[in-house]
């Protein structure tokens, strides 16, 4: 019994650990992701390239808390067994987060803005729908706090 819930506590404290590292809250990342669209508003290979690392981020985040939960549900019920076989989707999760990070966003943009050919592996995945979503102009809004 101890064995099955010591294994997902170590699953969720590293999905918690990848979710801490990765935007849970959309505030940081979305002013982050509306300062580049803003920066690159006439171009529409950086706003596709925006929405691909949007979209793969939010598929990250996704795996992690469907793993996390899984996890939960198998603790619970009392499968140790099924809380390991969890590993290999958030490893995958992990591995999403990781690759579409704001920080590579911003290289992959800061190198083509400079000239530079898009990766093969960026290329492969920028789809038609990414170009397809509207590029909105984001205005700043002042908010009076509520008392």
Known sequence: MIKPLLISGLVCLFAGAALAQSPTTNLPSE???????A?????????AIINLYSTRQGGGA????ASALSAGRAAASGAGGGTVALVPFVAY???KLVRFSNKNLEQTL??????QPLPRSTRRR???RFFAQPI????P???TPAK
Do not use: P
């Open 110 to 115: 800061t190198a083509y803005a400079a000239g």
């Open 141 to 143: 809004v002042q908010a």
């Open 31 to 37: 002013t982050f992701k509306q300062r580049l669209r």
């Open 93 to 95: 999760g992990v591995s």
């Open 126 to 128: 920028l789809k038609s």
């Open 136 to 139: 909105i102009q984001y205005t």
């Open 39 to 47: 920066q690159y508003l006439q171009n529409d290979t950086a706003q």
């Open 62 to 65: 996704g795996w992690l808390t």
